[in-house]
């Protein structure tokens, strides 16, 4: 049975990475991230997660950033991939997830994963963004990835509580925000369609660098050549 880690809190906090310029250079730009608090069975741990890896994940499988449904996905899909087993060690018995918490860096145990979960993962393993025929395969093949991760740890939102009243108090308590949902919604307001067509094309620029690099060699052919074929002048 998975594990539950359940989103405590969320803060947004300023952060800088690297991403690749106009130039095809790396440069350091300013972006946020989220600070993610989870309460697993081993403790509270902090997930920190840039907001644009949701724009990179609709850009690399091919998902609609108007698309609410796509936002979560892509959400989903950064939550869960920490406890994607590596695709060359499938962990038979358990594994663990190296976090950040308020001591330092950390290893975390999680469950063992399931056969099943462990055989999906195997399977689609070999199928990346780079070697996948199409985003279409690329994304089926991820998905199947995440859906392995979610029989060893589920990333989920407190149960909510709803809006109490008070006795004898006109006020009502508003109901306990879902930092899930939060997430959500956030992500989409920083969503920028140009931005997301530029990582498009980076992804395109990357799959096809990376195609052609790998490229089968081709087959000897019994066609002459361009320089068998080049006239030989000779004297007399």
Known sequence: MAEEWTIAEVRLSPATQYEVGPDRTLQEVAADRWDIDLDTPQGRITHFLPVSTVAWRIAEYGLDPADPQHVAQALDMALHEPHIPP?????????????????????????????????????????????????????????????????????????????TARAGLRRTAPAAPCPLE?????????????????????????????????????????QPSAVDEVPVLRDG
Do not use: F
């Not at 997430?183 to 096809?208: F, I, T, Y």
């Open 87 to 163: 695709p060359d060690q499938p962990p038979p018995q358990a594994s663990a997830v190296v976090v950040w918490t308020p001591q330092g860096v950390v290893e975390q145990p999680t469950p063992a994963a399931q056969p099943q979960a462990t055989a999906t993962a195997a399977g689609n393993a070999e199928m990346t963004l780079m070697t996948a025929a199409s985003l279409d395969d690329a994304r089926q093949a991820h998905l199947a990835r995440i859906e392995a991760a979610k029989e060893r740890v589920r990333v989920v939102s407190p149960v909510p509580r709803a809006s």
């Open 182 to 222: 939060w997430m959500r919604g956030h992500a989409a307001s920083c969503l920028d369609v140009e931005d997301v067509e530029a990582k498009r094309k980076l992804v395109e620029q990357a799959r096809a660098a990376y195609a052609a690099h790998h490229a089968a060699p081709s087959a000897p052919s019994d």
